[in-house]
């Protein structure tokens, strides 16, 4: 009875080489970036949906499956070689103040506040609406609000680097869920 181990070691000895295996072979989550002098454009990790454009004019549509250095492997097993893309479809977030049609929507906007505001505590007479005004401000609205919202749908691939990295890389972004 002395060399006998007690009841339950085994099971504890497998559930730890259980979870040893788990850990090590739980792969580092990979995304894949589109750069574009050193700023992000577009991000996708392994399960994302993926539309594309091939060089030879082919339109794709797949949800990644794994992601390598060279290629990418979709569910429908189909292997998609990072050189043969052309474009992305690229879902961007809007961000209003950046760029010039973001400076000519902010300025049509602030423009028109201005201009109220001094016709009407500076300038004896009241409020009034200057034709001239309204005009030039609308049009600089009109003109800001199409730079900003209407973007292409497409990222072209050239002038533009493809990386896949992992969470070691200074790129590295957890998705919001």
């Not at 399960?47 to 990644?64: A, N, V």
């Not at 201009?115 to 609406?129: A, L, P, R, W």
Request: aromatic share 14%; net charge positive; charged share 25%.
């Amino acid at each position: 009875m002395k060399g006998r181990k007690p009841k339950g070691t085994h099971v504890r000895f497998l559930f730890f080489i259980f979870f040893l295996f788990a850990y090590a072979d739980a792969p580092a989550q990979t995304q894949l970036i589109l750069l574009k002098r050193e700023t992000v454009i577009a991000r996708w990790e392994e399960g994302d949906l993926l539309q594309y454009k091939l060089k030879s004019g082919e339109k794709g549509l797949g949800r990644i499956r794994q992601l390598h250095e060279f290629f990418l492997v979709t569910a429908s097993l189909d292997t998609i070689h990072y050189h043969r893309i052309a474009k992305f479809r690229v879902h961007q977030r809007i961000d209003v103040t950046r760029g010039l049609g973001g400076a000519l929507f902010m300025g049509g906007i602030l423009y028109f506040l201005i201009d109220q505001f001094n016709t009407s505590f500076i300038v004896f007479g009241g409020g009034q609406f200057s034709r001239r005004v309204i005009t030039s401000s609308l049009s600089m609205v009109a003109m800001g609000t199409s730079l900003v919202f209407l973007k292409p749908r497409y990222q072209k691939t050239r002038g533009r680097s493809m990386r896949v990295i992992d969470s070691s890389s200074l790129f590295y972004r957890p998705k919001p869920r």
